[in-house]
């Protein structure tokens, strides 16, 4: 089992940045290909960012690839997700994922665990 707690969610203007992490405990860390989902008001669970198991391949839909960055610090336990260049559309409930022995998987049906989501919000 593992254990996911996501921070660095808030209030921010359009054009701004914000970067999420994800706190992973209880099992080791890298044995786990990491995701990022969003799920915004009224709308399904969306894919964001996956990253492999010890960050030498990363994953974008296309409508965040070049303003996302995900990446993670196994000797920190932790996954991140750098947002730049922010949109209304962006506003979501923000969730990490994790996938035992995933290589970076883009489907939520192939994670196991999850947090219990941040919440962003993008104002105009």
């Known amino acids: 089992q593992v254990h996911l707690v996501e921070s660095g969610g808030g209030l921010v203007q359009a054009g701004g940045s914000l970067r999420l992490s994800c706190a992973a405990s209880?099992?080791?860390?890298?044995?786990?290909?990491m995701g990022w989902f969003r799920q915004a008001p009224g709308k399904d669970r969306e894919f964001v960012a996956a990253?492999?198991?010890?960050?030498?391949?990363?994953y974008y839909p296309d409508s965040v690839k070049g303003r996302f960055t995900i990446s993670r610090d196994n000797a920190k336990n932790t996954v991140y997700l750098h947002m730049n260049s922010l949109t209304p559309e962006d506003t979501a409930v923000y969730y990490c994922a994790a996938d035992l022995y995933g290589s970076g998987n883009t489907h939520g049906y192939e994670y196991d665990h999850w947090g219990q989501g941040t919440q962003v919000t993008v104002s105009s």
């Open positions: 209880g099992r080791t860390f890298s044995n786990f290909g």
């Open positions: 990253i492999s198991r010890f960050g030498s391949s990363t």
